[in-house]
């Protein structure tokens, strides 16, 4: 356990950085399943109406660092060939 007042209060913060990216990353993985979901039962309309905010919290998560933002581009890219797919 750390002992010094700066290891202590770095500590505190890697405590609350931890659970806010947990909390960002639980958000970004369930949206991203509602998509898949939409695109594996053919739903078009649902799919493409998912991709706005979708891509949204992908952009978000990976300005706050919690994903990489190559990563990030990737899942985006991903998504939007399986959804234009579908629609096509």
Known sequence: MASHESALKKNRQDIKRRLRNRAHTSKLRSQIKK?????????AATAQGLMKETIALVDRTAKHGVVH??????TKSRLV???????A
């Open 35 to 43: 998509v898949r979901q939409a695109i594996a039962a053919g739903d």
């Open 69 to 74: 933002r190559n990563s990030a581009a990737r």
């Open 81 to 87: 060939r399986a959804v234009a797919k579908l629609s």
